[in-house]
Each structure stands twice: as C-alpha cells, then as structure tokens.
C-alpha cells in the first residue's frame, strides 16, 4: 500500500533543501514514452532501444536514430508540461524546490517555468556537426528530421548529432558536478519516475541518504532504494494533486 499523499505534503513542507530527480515516467503523461514500462521503447518491436542511442552505431548510421527518434523527440513542439512539470515548477517559484535534476531530454520542465534544471542527458535544443564543430538550432532540425531527411552538415558534410548523452559517452561534468552537490544537500529528495537502473543517475539518491536526507520515491514500479525511503507511492498524479496544496 502506498504512503499517504498528507504525509508526502507534510515532508515538503518541512523540507528547506528539497531537490527532485526525474525520470521518463514522469512525462509519458504528456504522451511522450518510457524506456521500461508497459508502452515503453524497449517493449517495442520496431525499434532497438539499445541501438538507437549507441554512440558507435549512430556514428556507423545516423539514418537510425534520426529515423525513429522522428516519432518522440522531433515532435516536442507539440507535447504539453502536465500537473507533475507545473507543480515542480510552482514548487520552485515558493522556495520550495531548489532544483530539478532531470534524466529527461524533453524538454517540459523548461516549457512548464523551471528554472533550474540540470539536465544530466544533455538537451535536444542543441545540435553539432561533430567534425567542425557548426551548431544547429532544434526547429531547423526538426523540420529536416520530420520531412524525412538525416541532416548533415552544410558546411561540410559532416554528422550532426543532438547534445544528449549517447550510451558510451559520459555525462557533462559540470551538470553532474552540480547535480552531486545538490544531492548531497538536499535533506529531501523527490524521485519521480525513475527506475533507478541507470547510472550515475541512479547514484544521486545514494548520496542524499548518505549525507542524511530522506528520500520520498514515486515511480510505478519497484526501486532499489525503496527501503530507504521514507514515503513510496505509485501514483504520480494522486501525489502532485496533493502537492498542488503547498
């Protein structure tokens, strides 16, 4: 059974060094899909999920991953922030929340008015011809991708690829720098939506528990830090209605 929202409202409300970290499950609400869950990537048949975001093969066939990415990443324009995006970014407005670690490359805490986002996957709004370094903005890319086109460099002729982390290549150090400081400070951390499987993402809550915060979990299904959490749920909605009361 899961905790109630009351007492999930009474940890925030006592907490001065509240961070969230979140994950994909956060904005399937929004009609943008999961890794792991029932509707996620990996559960299609269609696509190599592990393919599709592989540094080496995206270097051998960029075609891959402009070609399927087409359907959920190149279409942001039209995905909304739902209640989870807004109430973080009120939260964050009352000095309630000091900041959003994000695993996502959505884009929707920026869209719903966070303002302190650290985005450990690096962000879609950026592009780069990896031989001369010539950065192209998303819209133009977006419009390239969604007509069908891999897009290479006119200035020459190079792979362009987004700034999100492929797997096999590390996270910027900076963000995560500042994402392992807030960890450690925070006396409460929201993780919301996130299995928690990957690293050094999933490393953050450690540290929170590690320097003497509590930990409230909401994802769908299990964690491995859900004994040591003070507050488990499920439900993401049930709980950010509740939070809507700060």
């Known amino acids: 059974m899961a905790d109630s929202p009351d007492e999930l409202v009474r940890l925030v409300r006592e907490a001065r060094r509240c961070v969230a970290l979140t994950g994909a499950g956060i904005s399937t609400l929004s009609g943008i899909p999961d890794f792991r869950g029932p509707q996620g990537l990996y559960r299609r048949t269609d696509i190599d999920a592990d393919k599709l975001f592989d540094l080496r093969y995206f270097l051998r066939d960029p075609s891959y991953y402009y070609r399927h990415a087409k359907d959920f990443l190149y279409n942001l324009e039209d ?6 995006h807004a109430v973080l970014a009120e939260m964050e407005q009352q000095g309630r929340l000091r900041a959003v670690i994000t695993q996502n490359i959505d884009l929707l805490h920026r869209k719903a008015g966070s303002r302190r986002v ?10 780069r011809c990896l031989e001369c370094g010539r950065e192209y903005l998303f819209e133009a890319m977006a419009r390239s991708v969604r007509a069908g086109e891999t897009p290479y460099c006119e200035n020459c002729g190079g792979i362009i690829k987004p700034d999100i982390v ?3 290549e590390a996270l910027p150090a900076d963000v995560l720098e500042d994402a392992e400081e807030e960890a450690a400070q925070a006396d409460l951390m929201l993780v919301l939506g996130s299995s928690l499987t990957v690293y050094p993402a999933a490393a953050l809550p450690e540290v929170t528990v590690r320097c003497g915060g509590k930990l409230a979990v909401i994802n769908a299904s299990p964690t491995h830090l859900d004994d040591a959490a003070v507050w488990r749920g499920s439900d993401l909605v049930e709980a950010f209605t509740a939070l809507q009361t700060l």
């Open 166 to 168: 492929f797997f096999g």
């Open 118 to 127: 650290l985005e450990l996957h690096g962000s879609p709004l950026r592009h």
């Open 79 to 84: 995905k909304e922030p739902n209640l989870i």
